[in-house]
């Protein structure tokens, strides 16, 4: 059978998002025809016949069924419910398996990546979902390379996206991709969206500071840097004094501990309380540096940026909006370029 890219399957599953669901139709209905661009025709098929329940107690009802996805040559899956409810149905995974077979581009958006990984499309491939259930995609697909840090991940003709708004992303980047710009930057003018969200999703997840117990050596050293997180010349020396071990049992005990390196925890809270600042106060960016255990905003912004995924200004426009801009800080009195890196390095 020929499938028309210009035809966009979306399949609906009982329990998914209300939001995720509405994003590919509203982002496809809209027909660029007028301006030379393409129509395209919508083909929303469910899971199941009958009523399909999503959140808020709505129910849907979609107009085709399973079956009419065999002519789209764009498949998407709008989010699906959460990990642990009633398996994929074996028609809808063998389904999604077709249309990739017969050279459709197949789309998980959100948790709709969960399907896609069920019919072992991702196999050996690159992938992202929600970040709330990124350790049970990864756990359950373990042939997946899945990708924490991502708004979407493009693989060809398999696309994934993290949760909720990032559906919006992925389906703009697949219209820039195969329909050219000027009809992504019309189609995100029409939503009142950017045509390209900068950042990935690393900026929007919950990473709450360590509770931390007493006694341990390496607890201890935990709760000495936090507490000490505005000294810059806190260093990893200093934390293995605190757990009163050597440099050597230190690394190697932290590492079973926290599962990363010291220096690699240390600038990971740093970079938190950066966040916690630039979210809830009006700070000059060199005040909040130095508060966060950085010589000035010149050596914050690029861990900033690598660990969050935005600079610093970026995400205080997002997450706190209200604040007061402030002319940029002027370089720390002893700045120089032997500080761009955070103390302990």
Not at 88 to 97: E, G, T
Not at 161 to 166: I, M, V
Not at 283 to 307: C, E, I, K, Q, Y
Not at 311 to 323: D, I
Request: hydrophobic share 40%; net charge neutral.
């Amino acid at each position: 059978m020929t499938r028309d890219r210009a035809t966009i399957g979306v399949l609906i599953g009982d329990g998914a998002s209300i939001l995720e669901v509405a994003v590919a139709p509203r982002v496809f209905e809209i027909d660029h025809g007028p301006r030379g661009g393409p129509t395209f025709e919508l083909l929303t098929a469910g899971e199941h016949p009958g009523p399909l329940a999503t959140t808020g107690g709505i129910t849907l009802s979609a107009p085709h069924p399973l079956s009419a996805l065999d002519r789209a040559g764009v498949v998407i899956v709008p989010g699906w419910r959460r990990p642990g409810g009633p398996p994929v149905a074996d028609p809808v995974l063998k389904s999604l398996v077709r249309a990739y077979a017969e050279g459709a581009t197949v789309v998980g958006l959100c948790l709709g990546a969960f399907v896609l990984a069920e019919a072992g499309l991702l196999d050996g491939r690159r992938a992202t979902t929600h970040w709330v259930c990124l350790p049970e995609f990864t756990s359950q697909f373990p042939k997946v390379e899945v990708v924490h840090d991502a708004l979407f991940v493009d693989e060809g003709r398999l696309i994934t996206s993290a949760g909720s708004a990032a559906g919006l992303d992925a389906c703009l980047h697949l219209l820039r991709r195969d329909h050219g710009p000027e009809v992504a930057n019309a189609t995100a003018r029409a939503l009142v969206v950017a045509p390209q969200r900068a950042g990935g999703q690393a900026q929007f997840v919950e990473r709450p500071v360590p509770t931390l117990g007493h006694g341990d050596p390496i607890t201890d050293a935990m709760r000495y840097a936090l507490e000490h997180l505005d000294d810059t010349t806190l260093d990893i020396d200093r934390l293995a004094a605190a757990a009163r071990l050597s440099r050597r049992s230190f690394d190697r005990r932290f590492r079973e501990t926290a599962g990363c390196s010291p220096l690699q925890w240390l600038l990971h809270q740093r970079i938190l309380r950066a966040q916690h600042i630039l979210s809830t106060t009006d700070l000059p960016m060199n005040a909040v540096a130095r508060s966060s255990g950085f010589t000035d905003a010149v050596a914050m912004r690029p861990h900033f940026r690598r660990l969050v995924g935005v600079p610093p200004q970026s995400y205080r426009e997002s997450f706190h909006p209200t604040a007061t801009p402030h002319a940029p800080s002027p370089p720390a009195a002893d700045s120089a370029p032997t500080h761009s890196r955070p103390a302990g390095q």
